[in-house]
């Protein structure tokens, strides 16, 4: 059973920052793609970062410049750091995994993790 557990997500001041974590269990964490996405309420999924099983980085013009996607695949894990945060970054930020070969699609999602940026 594949199961993706994010964590690190919550309240944070403007300008402030936040490490999200997303541990795998369930697959051969080091022949995954791994990516972050955010969905707002009523809105689409929106992608975020990816980090391929080789380590080669996607980002979404939202993340240049202020988010940062590392692996660990001795812990299992990915994180988005995420810097100079702003009010619009509100939302719920989900990881998930995809098979690091060609044409593979996410097909492992997490439940998702809350952020929330106010004063």
């Known amino acids: 059973q594949v199961q993706l557990v994010e964590s690190g997500g919550g309240l944070v001041r403007p300008g402030g920052s936040l490490e999200l974590s997303c541990t795998a269990s369930g697959i051969a964490f080091n022949t995954y793609d791994m990516g972050w996405f955010r969905q707002a309420p009523g809105k689409e999924r929106e992608f975020v970062m990816e980090?391929?099983?080789?380590?080669?980085?996607t980002d979404a013009s939202i993340a240049k410049g202020r988010f940062a996607i590392n692996r660990d695949n001795n812990k299992n894990t990915v994180y988005l750091e995420m810097n100079s945060l702003k009010p619009w970054n509100t939302t719920v930020y989900y990881c998930?995994?995809?098979?690091?070969?060609?044409?593979?699609?996410?097909?492992?999602w997490g439940q998702g993790t809350q952020v929330t940026v106010s004063a």
């Open positions: 980090i391929d099983r080789w380590g080669y980085i």
């Open positions: 998930a995994a995809r098979r690091g070969v060609p044409g593979s699609t996410y097909a492992y």
